[in-house]
């Protein structure tokens, strides 16, 4: 007696489709590649805080009255927060808007891949470009302007938190915003804008002791400036704490605000986030 084969679709598979962790992961490692084979934006990305924290650090290099430290110390954990909400905020908040704009976030919404798999993918690229500009940052604040590793596990377990938190919320802030301009070229002028308003009031380029207090409590309402004032009291010594708004770190209230914006980044992206454009419908 012969056997008939029962013919199979074509396409079908037995094994098992990957989730949306495995996709998001190999979208992830799409997404870094593409962003190194673009060697302008890698240089532009890594190098821009690393000059600025030289331009600084060389025009106010003299010591800080009172908190023990040099002001080119101040300027390193400063420019490492604004480096992750570069890598975070503005990177997706500019290229997420760009790639509706073009359209490739509605041919990617109309295939199988499960929507959380692009975000998964955007998060590996920011926290892999997150974690190389901090690293460089701090190999040049601690090889040239005299920053102190931290001394205690306590210290580093900080930075850890203060880096997770961070960068969340700053990625969070990023997709949001990207849904603001209404084309891809418009997207560098609403997003830069904000960021470089932030980096002024929040600490960054200028001292905190010298910012009147209705500008830090504006920065006060964003991420950024509880960045900076958790990294100056994981790599300063406490003597610094004089120069804080509140004579003090305040992680606590650094863990919360942060937490907070996580919260609300990830409410704001899901009540503002669009595959299509206005145009588009």
Known sequence: ????????????TT???????????????????????QREQVVFTFA???????????IFSDDVKGAGITASQLYV???????????????????????????????????????????????????????????ILLLVGT?????????????????GWIFVLGLTACALLGIAVSSV?????????????????????????????TIPDWMLNIGALFP????CQGLRGVFLPDSAQVLEQAGSWEFGKVALVLGAWCVGGLALCLLTFRWKNRRDG
Request: hydrophobic fraction near 50%.
């Open 143 to 159: 090889s040239f302007y005299g920053v102190d590793l931290p001394s205690d596990a306590a210290r580093w377990f900080d930075l």
């Open 181 to 209: 301009p209404k084309s891809g070229k418009s997207a560098t002028s609403v997003v830069v804008l904000p960021f470089l308003v932030l980096q002024f009031i929040s600490g960054v380029y200028i001292a905190i002791d």
């Open 77 to 135: 954990p400063a420019m490492m927060a604004a480096g992750i909400m570069s890598t975070s905020f503005q990177s997706l908040g500019i290229s997420i808007a760009i790639e509706r704009d073009e359209k490739v976030l509605r041919r990617l919404r109309g295939t199988p891949m499960p929507p959380a798999a692009y975000f998964l993918g955007k998060i590996w690229l920011v926290l892999c470009t997150g974690v190389l500009e901090t690293a």
């Open 48 to 58: 821009f805080p690393v000059v600025f924290l030289f331009l600084f650090a060389s």
């Open 1 to 12: 007696m012969t056997t008939t084969a029962v013919p199979t679709e074509v396409g079908t």
């Open 224 to 227: 950024l400036k509880w960045m």
């Open 15 to 37: 094994g098992r489709l990957p989730g949306a962790w495995g996709l998001g992961l190999q979208r992830g490692v799409l997404e870094i590649k593409q962003f190194f084979r």
